[in-house]
Protein backbone atom coordinates (compact mmCIF):
# COMPACT_ATOMS: atom_id res chain seq x y z
CA UNK A 1 0.00 0.00 0.00
CA UNK A 2 1.22 3.29 -1.02
CA UNK A 3 1.64 5.77 1.56
CA UNK A 4 -1.34 8.18 -0.10
CA UNK A 5 -3.51 5.33 -0.93
CA UNK A 6 -6.66 5.46 1.19
CA UNK A 7 -8.51 2.46 1.57
CA UNK A 8 -12.17 1.91 1.79
CA UNK A 9 -13.24 0.13 4.79
CA UNK A 10 -16.63 -1.98 4.73
CA UNK A 11 -17.72 -3.25 7.79
CA UNK A 12 -19.42 -7.07 6.51
CA UNK A 13 -21.22 -7.94 9.64
CA UNK A 14 -24.52 -6.45 10.10
CA UNK A 15 -24.07 -6.71 13.82
CA UNK A 16 -20.44 -4.79 14.30
CA UNK A 17 -20.98 -2.21 15.98
CA UNK A 18 -22.85 -4.24 18.75
CA UNK A 19 -20.44 -7.43 18.18
CA UNK A 20 -18.19 -4.87 19.36
CA UNK A 21 -19.95 -3.28 22.19
CA UNK A 22 -20.36 -6.51 23.61
CA UNK A 23 -16.16 -7.18 23.44
CA UNK A 24 -13.21 -5.88 25.24
CA UNK A 25 -12.43 -1.85 25.55
CA UNK A 26 -10.13 -2.30 22.63
CA UNK A 27 -8.29 -5.32 20.75
CA UNK A 28 -7.36 -6.64 16.87
CA UNK A 29 -10.07 -6.67 14.26
CA UNK A 30 -9.52 -9.22 11.23
CA UNK A 31 -8.92 -8.17 8.06
CA UNK A 32 -9.52 -9.28 4.68
CA UNK A 33 -7.60 -7.27 1.97
CA UNK A 34 -9.17 -7.28 -1.81
CA UNK A 35 -8.21 -4.77 -4.52
CA UNK A 36 -4.50 -4.92 -3.69
CA UNK A 37 -5.31 -3.78 -0.24
CA UNK A 38 -7.80 -0.96 -1.76
CA UNK A 39 -10.63 -2.37 -0.06
CA UNK A 40 -10.76 -3.49 3.30
CA UNK A 41 -13.17 -5.83 5.17
CA UNK A 42 -13.02 -5.49 8.95
CA UNK A 43 -14.85 -7.99 10.99
CA UNK A 44 -15.01 -8.30 14.86
CA UNK A 45 -14.77 -12.18 14.50
CA UNK A 46 -11.20 -13.57 15.15
CA UNK A 47 -9.75 -15.55 12.17
CA UNK A 48 -6.62 -15.31 9.91
CA UNK A 49 -5.35 -12.11 8.61
CA UNK A 50 -5.99 -11.79 4.49
CA UNK A 51 -4.14 -8.23 4.15
CA UNK A 52 -0.67 -6.73 5.02
CA UNK A 53 -2.76 -3.87 7.04
CA UNK A 54 -3.41 -4.92 10.99
CA UNK A 55 -6.68 -3.31 12.20
CA UNK A 56 -7.31 -2.71 16.07
CA UNK A 57 -10.79 -1.17 17.32
CA UNK A 58 -11.07 0.89 20.57
CA UNK A 59 -14.53 1.20 22.19
CA UNK A 60 -15.14 5.17 23.23
CA UNK A 61 -16.89 6.12 26.14
CA UNK A 62 -17.41 9.77 25.83
CA UNK A 63 -17.39 12.52 23.43
CA UNK A 64 -13.57 12.76 21.94
CA UNK A 65 -11.97 15.86 19.48
CA UNK A 66 -10.58 14.96 16.21
CA UNK A 67 -7.24 15.74 18.31
CA UNK A 68 -7.77 13.32 21.18
CA UNK A 69 -9.04 10.37 18.67
CA UNK A 70 -5.63 10.42 17.38
CA UNK A 71 -3.58 10.94 20.35
CA UNK A 72 -5.60 7.70 21.65
CA UNK A 73 -5.07 6.43 17.95
CA UNK A 74 -1.66 6.69 18.45
CA UNK A 75 -0.90 5.31 21.42
CA UNK A 76 -2.96 2.25 20.80
CA UNK A 77 -0.75 1.64 17.55
CA UNK A 78 2.83 1.66 19.09
CA UNK A 79 1.73 -2.00 20.26
CA UNK A 80 1.88 -3.17 16.44
CA UNK A 81 5.01 -3.26 13.27
CA UNK A 82 5.59 -0.14 12.32
CA UNK A 83 6.43 -2.03 9.16
CA UNK A 84 3.16 -2.25 8.48
CA UNK A 85 0.26 0.08 7.19
CA UNK A 86 -2.10 -0.21 10.49
CA UNK A 87 -5.89 1.15 11.06
CA UNK A 88 -7.89 1.93 14.47
CA UNK A 89 -11.52 2.02 14.29
CA UNK A 90 -13.39 3.89 17.30
CA UNK A 91 -16.58 2.87 18.28
CA UNK A 92 -18.78 4.99 20.11
CA UNK A 93 -20.29 2.81 23.27
CA UNK A 94 -23.58 4.42 23.33
CA UNK A 95 -25.86 5.68 20.34
CA UNK A 96 -25.85 9.46 21.56
CA UNK A 97 -22.01 10.61 20.71
CA UNK A 98 -21.74 12.26 17.54
CA UNK A 99 -19.84 9.41 15.51
CA UNK A 100 -20.72 6.15 15.89
CA UNK A 101 -17.70 4.69 13.67
CA UNK A 102 -14.35 6.08 12.71
CA UNK A 103 -11.22 5.71 11.83
CA UNK A 104 -7.64 6.56 11.36
CA UNK A 105 -4.88 4.77 8.89
CA UNK A 106 -0.93 4.84 9.59
CA UNK A 107 0.39 4.56 6.70
CA UNK A 108 3.63 2.27 7.00
CA UNK A 109 6.51 3.33 8.89
CA UNK A 110 5.03 6.43 10.42
CA UNK A 111 2.61 8.01 12.96
CA UNK A 112 0.88 10.36 11.35
CA UNK A 113 -2.23 9.12 10.93
CA UNK A 114 -5.24 10.28 8.39
CA UNK A 115 -8.71 9.76 8.73
CA UNK A 116 -10.39 6.84 6.48
CA UNK A 117 -13.55 6.05 4.21
CA UNK A 118 -15.74 4.11 6.01
CA UNK A 119 -18.85 2.31 4.52
CA UNK A 120 -21.67 1.92 6.93
CA UNK A 121 -22.21 -1.66 7.62
CA UNK A 122 -25.11 -2.87 6.21
CA UNK A 123 -28.21 -2.79 7.58
CA UNK A 124 -31.95 -4.78 6.62
CA UNK A 125 -33.33 -2.06 4.89
CA UNK A 126 -30.19 -2.34 1.74
CA UNK A 127 -31.55 -5.61 1.16
CA UNK A 128 -34.93 -5.53 -0.41
CA UNK A 129 -36.84 -3.98 -3.28
CA UNK A 130 -38.95 -1.17 -2.35
CA UNK A 131 -42.62 -0.86 -3.48
CA UNK A 132 -42.47 -5.29 -5.06
CA UNK A 133 -41.11 -6.83 -1.85
CA UNK A 134 -41.18 -4.86 1.31
CA UNK A 135 -38.52 -4.96 3.44
CA UNK A 136 -38.79 -7.34 6.21
CA UNK A 137 -42.04 -8.74 4.80
CA UNK A 138 -40.73 -12.29 4.75
CA UNK A 139 -38.37 -11.72 8.03
CA UNK A 140 -40.67 -14.01 10.12
CA UNK A 141 -40.80 -16.69 7.13
CA UNK A 142 -39.55 -20.38 7.30
CA UNK A 143 -39.27 -22.38 4.29
CA UNK A 144 -37.54 -25.81 4.28
CA UNK A 145 -35.30 -27.02 1.09
CA UNK A 146 -34.99 -30.74 1.05
CA UNK A 147 -32.68 -31.59 -2.05
CA UNK A 148 -29.85 -28.70 -2.67
CA UNK A 149 -28.37 -29.49 -6.27
CA UNK A 150 -29.03 -27.23 -8.80
CA UNK A 151 -32.48 -26.34 -8.83
CA UNK A 152 -31.98 -26.64 -4.64
CA UNK A 153 -29.61 -24.01 -4.58
CA UNK A 154 -31.07 -21.79 -7.41
CA UNK A 155 -33.90 -21.24 -5.58
CA UNK A 156 -32.54 -20.93 -1.95
CA UNK A 157 -30.07 -17.91 -3.02
CA UNK A 158 -33.70 -16.34 -4.48
CA UNK A 159 -35.15 -16.52 -0.72
CA UNK A 160 -31.79 -15.35 0.81
CA UNK A 161 -32.16 -12.67 -1.50
CA UNK A 162 -35.71 -11.99 -1.13
CA UNK A 163 -35.21 -11.76 2.63
CA UNK A 164 -36.94 -14.92 3.99
CA UNK A 165 -35.73 -15.02 7.93
CA UNK A 166 -35.38 -18.71 8.30
CA UNK A 167 -33.89 -21.66 6.15
CA UNK A 168 -34.08 -25.27 6.79
CA UNK A 169 -31.29 -27.10 4.16
CA UNK A 170 -31.40 -30.73 3.99
CA UNK A 171 -29.05 -32.41 2.00
CA UNK A 172 -26.20 -35.41 2.69
CA UNK A 173 -24.68 -35.07 -0.79
CA UNK A 174 -20.97 -33.09 -0.95
CA UNK A 175 -20.74 -30.73 -4.10
CA UNK A 176 -18.55 -32.62 -6.85
CA UNK A 177 -17.08 -31.20 -9.80
CA UNK A 178 -19.51 -32.02 -12.14
CA UNK A 179 -21.96 -30.12 -10.39
CA UNK A 180 -20.43 -27.05 -10.33
CA UNK A 181 -21.42 -25.59 -13.85
CA UNK A 182 -25.14 -25.66 -12.46
CA UNK A 183 -24.98 -25.35 -8.74
CA UNK A 184 -25.11 -21.75 -7.04
CA UNK A 185 -21.93 -22.59 -5.18
CA UNK A 186 -18.24 -22.98 -6.92
CA UNK A 187 -14.97 -24.26 -7.09
CA UNK A 188 -14.05 -23.25 -3.87
CA UNK A 189 -16.89 -25.68 -1.96
CA UNK A 190 -15.60 -28.73 -4.09
CA UNK A 191 -15.63 -32.00 -1.31
CA UNK A 192 -17.89 -29.68 0.96
CA UNK A 193 -21.21 -30.95 2.09
CA UNK A 194 -23.50 -28.95 0.34
CA UNK A 195 -25.34 -27.96 3.31
CA UNK A 196 -22.74 -26.09 4.36
CA UNK A 197 -21.66 -24.61 1.10
CA UNK A 198 -24.88 -23.26 0.65
CA UNK A 199 -25.42 -21.93 4.10
CA UNK A 200 -22.08 -19.44 3.67
CA UNK A 201 -22.90 -18.39 0.36
CA UNK A 202 -26.73 -17.80 1.63
CA UNK A 203 -25.06 -15.65 4.54
CA UNK A 204 -23.29 -13.76 1.84
CA UNK A 205 -26.23 -12.49 0.36
CA UNK A 206 -27.91 -11.98 3.74
CA UNK A 207 -26.75 -12.27 7.00
CA UNK A 208 -29.24 -11.42 9.11
CA UNK A 209 -31.29 -15.19 7.84
CA UNK A 210 -31.16 -17.80 10.49
CA UNK A 211 -29.95 -21.17 8.43
CA UNK A 212 -30.70 -24.85 10.11
CA UNK A 213 -28.73 -27.75 8.41
CA UNK A 214 -29.48 -31.50 8.19
CA UNK A 215 -27.01 -33.73 6.60
CA UNK A 216 -29.19 -36.59 5.74
CA UNK A 217 -31.17 -38.66 3.11
CA UNK A 218 -34.69 -37.93 3.23
CA UNK A 219 -35.59 -41.19 2.55
CA UNK A 220 -33.36 -42.65 6.09
CA UNK A 221 -36.27 -42.39 8.07
CA UNK A 222 -34.09 -43.98 10.98
CA UNK A 223 -31.71 -41.57 10.46
CA UNK A 224 -30.30 -40.49 14.47
CA UNK A 225 -31.08 -36.34 12.93
CA UNK A 226 -34.77 -37.28 11.23
CA UNK A 227 -36.49 -36.31 14.22
CA UNK A 228 -34.96 -33.11 15.05
CA UNK A 229 -35.05 -32.42 10.97
CA UNK A 230 -38.73 -33.28 11.62
CA UNK A 231 -39.28 -31.12 14.02
CA UNK A 232 -37.64 -28.17 11.92
CA UNK A 233 -39.73 -28.65 9.06
CA UNK A 234 -42.59 -28.57 11.13
CA UNK A 235 -42.15 -25.26 12.09
CA UNK A 236 -41.75 -24.22 8.58
CA UNK A 237 -44.18 -22.19 6.25
CA UNK A 238 -43.58 -24.09 3.41
CA UNK A 239 -41.44 -27.30 2.60
CA UNK A 240 -39.36 -27.37 -1.01
CA UNK A 241 -39.27 -30.47 -2.50
CA UNK A 242 -35.33 -30.26 -5.13
CA UNK A 243 -34.54 -33.47 -4.88
CA UNK A 244 -33.75 -35.74 -7.89
CA UNK A 245 -35.14 -39.60 -7.11
CA UNK A 246 -39.06 -40.42 -7.64
CA UNK A 247 -38.76 -42.26 -3.95
CA UNK A 248 -37.38 -38.93 -2.46
CA UNK A 249 -40.37 -36.80 -3.35
CA UNK A 250 -42.97 -39.40 -2.58
CA UNK A 251 -41.34 -39.80 0.85
CA UNK A 252 -41.48 -35.74 1.33
CA UNK A 253 -44.92 -36.22 -0.07
CA UNK A 254 -45.77 -38.71 2.96
CA UNK A 255 -43.94 -36.13 5.18
CA UNK A 256 -45.45 -32.87 4.38
CA UNK A 257 -49.56 -34.13 4.38
CA UNK A 258 -48.45 -35.38 7.97
CA UNK A 259 -46.66 -31.98 9.23
CA UNK A 260 -49.66 -30.17 6.61
CA UNK A 261 -47.23 -27.71 5.32
CA UNK A 262 -47.42 -26.59 1.79
CA UNK A 263 -44.93 -28.16 -0.11
CA UNK A 264 -43.37 -26.96 -3.46
CA UNK A 265 -42.11 -30.15 -5.92
CA UNK A 266 -39.33 -29.37 -8.94
CA UNK A 267 -38.05 -31.23 -11.29
CA UNK A 268 -35.67 -31.61 -14.51
CA UNK A 269 -36.15 -34.40 -17.20
CA UNK A 270 -32.93 -36.32 -18.49
CA UNK A 271 -30.61 -33.15 -19.45
CA UNK A 272 -33.46 -30.96 -18.24
CA UNK A 273 -35.11 -30.86 -21.65
CA UNK A 274 -38.30 -29.37 -19.92
CA UNK A 275 -39.03 -29.58 -16.32
CA UNK A 276 -42.40 -29.58 -13.94
CA UNK A 277 -43.46 -27.68 -10.67
CA UNK A 278 -46.37 -29.06 -8.68
CA UNK A 279 -47.96 -27.02 -5.65
CA UNK A 280 -49.84 -29.26 -3.09
CA UNK A 281 -51.62 -27.56 -0.31
CA UNK A 282 -52.52 -30.56 2.61
CA UNK A 283 -56.17 -31.49 2.82
CA UNK A 284 -57.51 -29.03 0.19
CA UNK A 285 -55.54 -29.75 -3.18
CA UNK A 286 -54.66 -32.71 -4.75
CA UNK A 287 -51.21 -34.59 -3.55
CA UNK A 288 -48.01 -35.70 -4.97
CA UNK A 289 -49.75 -39.14 -5.69
CA UNK A 290 -52.70 -38.13 -6.74
CA UNK A 291 -51.00 -36.17 -9.48
CA UNK A 292 -48.50 -38.53 -10.57
CA UNK A 293 -50.88 -41.78 -10.48
CA UNK A 294 -52.96 -39.67 -12.65
CA UNK A 295 -50.01 -38.87 -15.91
CA UNK A 296 -46.80 -40.73 -17.28
CA UNK A 297 -44.08 -39.84 -15.16
CA UNK A 298 -41.11 -38.15 -16.69
CA UNK A 299 -37.35 -39.34 -16.44
CA UNK A 300 -35.56 -37.81 -13.90
CA UNK A 301 -32.45 -35.74 -14.39
CA UNK A 302 -29.62 -37.38 -13.16
CA UNK A 303 -26.55 -35.51 -11.87
CA UNK A 304 -24.92 -37.08 -9.33
CA UNK A 305 -22.47 -39.85 -9.08
CA UNK A 306 -23.19 -40.32 -5.50
CA UNK A 307 -26.46 -40.62 -5.81
CA UNK A 308 -27.19 -42.61 -8.91
CA UNK A 309 -24.52 -44.87 -7.08
CA UNK A 310 -26.51 -45.08 -3.77
CA UNK A 311 -29.87 -46.18 -5.85
CA UNK A 312 -27.91 -48.54 -8.02
CA UNK A 313 -27.35 -52.25 -7.42
CA UNK A 314 -24.49 -53.44 -5.73
CA UNK A 315 -23.63 -55.37 -8.99
CA UNK A 316 -23.62 -52.28 -11.49
CA UNK A 317 -19.88 -51.07 -12.44
CA UNK A 318 -19.33 -47.29 -11.25
CA UNK A 319 -18.28 -46.89 -15.16
CA UNK A 320 -22.15 -47.72 -16.08
CA UNK A 321 -23.63 -45.43 -13.18
CA UNK A 322 -21.31 -42.70 -14.07
CA UNK A 323 -22.57 -43.16 -18.06
CA UNK A 324 -25.81 -42.42 -16.40
CA UNK A 325 -24.94 -39.03 -15.60
CA UNK A 326 -26.99 -36.69 -18.28
CA UNK A 327 -26.82 -33.36 -16.94
CA UNK A 328 -28.71 -30.30 -18.48
CA UNK A 329 -27.81 -26.27 -19.10
CA UNK A 330 -27.84 -24.11 -16.28
CA UNK A 331 -29.86 -21.99 -17.95
CA UNK A 332 -32.50 -24.92 -18.81
CA UNK A 333 -33.08 -25.27 -14.79
CA UNK A 334 -33.58 -21.36 -14.20
CA UNK A 335 -37.11 -21.30 -15.36
CA UNK A 336 -38.33 -24.36 -13.03
CA UNK A 337 -36.31 -22.95 -10.48
CA UNK A 338 -37.84 -19.72 -10.96
CA UNK A 339 -41.54 -20.68 -11.01
CA UNK A 340 -40.98 -22.36 -7.50
CA UNK A 341 -39.54 -19.14 -6.43
CA UNK A 342 -42.83 -17.24 -7.76
CA UNK A 343 -45.17 -19.92 -6.33
CA UNK A 344 -43.07 -19.89 -3.09
CA UNK A 345 -43.33 -15.77 -2.63
CA UNK A 346 -47.26 -16.59 -3.28
CA UNK A 347 -47.97 -18.98 -0.88
CA UNK A 348 -45.22 -16.63 1.49
CA UNK A 349 -46.82 -13.29 0.57
CA UNK A 350 -50.24 -14.23 1.67
CA UNK A 351 -52.54 -11.33 3.34
CA UNK A 352 -49.08 -9.21 3.19
CA UNK A 353 -49.00 -6.13 1.62
CA UNK A 354 -46.54 -6.50 -1.26
CA UNK A 355 -46.55 -6.05 -5.42
CA UNK A 356 -46.73 -9.63 -5.79
CA UNK A 357 -49.96 -10.28 -4.65
CA UNK A 358 -51.65 -10.12 -7.50
CA UNK A 359 -50.01 -13.35 -8.95
CA UNK A 360 -52.01 -15.60 -6.68
CA UNK A 361 -54.68 -15.03 -8.75
CA UNK A 362 -53.02 -15.96 -11.84
CA UNK A 363 -51.03 -19.01 -10.94
CA UNK A 364 -53.90 -20.90 -9.42
CA UNK A 365 -53.32 -24.54 -11.23
CA UNK A 366 -51.61 -27.32 -9.16
CA UNK A 367 -49.36 -28.19 -11.58
CA UNK A 368 -46.89 -26.02 -14.48
CA UNK A 369 -45.09 -27.72 -17.22
CA UNK A 370 -42.05 -26.10 -18.92
CA UNK A 371 -39.77 -27.11 -22.03
CA UNK A 372 -36.88 -26.05 -23.33
CA UNK A 373 -36.19 -28.05 -26.04
CA UNK A 374 -38.14 -30.10 -28.90
CA UNK A 375 -37.14 -33.84 -27.66
CA UNK A 376 -37.88 -36.68 -25.68
CA UNK A 377 -41.37 -35.96 -24.17
CA UNK A 378 -41.73 -33.06 -25.99
CA UNK A 379 -40.63 -34.16 -29.04
CA UNK A 380 -44.02 -34.15 -30.74
CA UNK A 381 -44.74 -30.34 -30.27
CA UNK A 382 -45.27 -28.99 -33.69
CA UNK A 383 -41.90 -27.26 -35.55
CA UNK A 384 -42.52 -23.20 -35.25
CA UNK A 385 -44.76 -23.65 -32.59
CA UNK A 386 -43.23 -20.95 -30.33
CA UNK A 387 -44.93 -18.58 -33.09
CA UNK A 388 -48.52 -19.57 -32.50
CA UNK A 389 -50.78 -19.73 -29.01
CA UNK A 390 -53.24 -22.64 -30.55
CA UNK A 391 -50.46 -25.37 -30.28
CA UNK A 392 -48.01 -26.45 -27.77
CA UNK A 393 -44.67 -24.88 -27.65
CA UNK A 394 -41.05 -24.80 -26.04
CA UNK A 395 -40.64 -21.88 -23.25
CA UNK A 396 -43.62 -21.71 -22.36
CA UNK A 397 -45.47 -22.70 -19.42
CA UNK A 398 -48.53 -24.80 -19.40
CA UNK A 399 -50.38 -25.13 -16.36
CA UNK A 400 -52.85 -27.89 -15.55
CA UNK A 401 -55.00 -28.20 -12.76
CA UNK A 402 -55.76 -31.60 -10.93
CA UNK A 403 -59.19 -32.40 -9.07
CA UNK A 404 -57.68 -34.93 -5.28
CA UNK A 405 -57.74 -38.67 -6.90
CA UNK A 406 -60.47 -40.61 -4.39
CA UNK A 407 -58.56 -43.52 -4.72
CA UNK A 408 -55.31 -42.11 -3.60
CA UNK A 409 -53.60 -44.17 -0.66
CA UNK A 410 -51.60 -41.17 0.72
CA UNK A 411 -54.20 -38.20 1.20
CA UNK A 412 -57.34 -39.55 0.68
CA UNK A 413 -58.59 -35.78 0.47
CA UNK A 414 -60.29 -37.34 -3.05
CA UNK A 415 -63.18 -39.41 -0.24
CA UNK A 416 -63.38 -36.32 2.04
CA UNK A 417 -63.79 -33.57 -0.40
CA UNK A 418 -66.79 -35.76 -2.11
CA UNK A 419 -68.18 -36.52 1.31
CA UNK A 420 -68.64 -32.97 1.95
CA UNK A 421 -69.56 -32.17 -1.58
CA UNK A 422 -72.52 -35.02 -1.76
CA UNK A 423 -74.29 -33.07 1.20
CA UNK A 424 -74.26 -29.13 -0.46
CA UNK A 425 -74.65 -30.43 -3.83
CA UNK A 426 -71.49 -29.93 -5.32
CA UNK A 427 -69.69 -32.79 -5.92
CA UNK A 428 -66.03 -33.21 -6.19
CA UNK A 429 -66.51 -36.45 -7.89
CA UNK A 430 -65.58 -36.48 -11.75
CA UNK A 431 -64.37 -38.96 -14.19
CA UNK A 432 -61.90 -35.86 -15.20
CA UNK A 433 -59.51 -35.62 -12.20
CA UNK A 434 -56.70 -33.55 -14.84
CA UNK A 435 -57.77 -30.34 -16.75
CA UNK A 436 -55.10 -29.12 -19.24
CA UNK A 437 -55.15 -25.73 -19.31
CA UNK A 438 -53.78 -24.35 -22.95
CA UNK A 439 -52.48 -27.11 -24.40
ZN1 LIG B 1 -53.32 -37.96 -2.91
Same mark, same amino acid.
Given at each position: ?252 ? $? ?49 SFERLRKVTPA?VPD?DVE?KI ?7 ? $? ?105
Amino acid at each position: MSDNCRPILYFPQPNFISLIRQSAESGELNVKGLDKDTVLHLTASHGENHSSVRALYLTVKSQLSPEQRQEAAKELVESLPNATARIVVFVAETEDLDSCLSAFLFPPNTNTPTETIIMSPPTSKLFHSRSILETDILKESSVGIIGLGSGGSQVAVEFAKAGVGKLVLVDYDRLELNNISRHACGLSDIGRLKTNALKDLLLNKNPQATIQTFELDINETTHNDYPAMKDSLRLCDLIIAATDTVQSRYNIN $TLSLELRITTIYGKCSTRAAGGEVLRVRPGSSACLACVYGTMQVTPDEAVSFERLRKVTPAYVPDSDVEAKIQVGLSSDI $TPISNMIVKLSLVELCRGKPSGISSLESELTSEFYRWANRREQEFKSYPEGGFDRFDKPAILRWYPVSFQPDPNCMTCSIGNILAVQGSSDDTTAETSDKVFFGTN
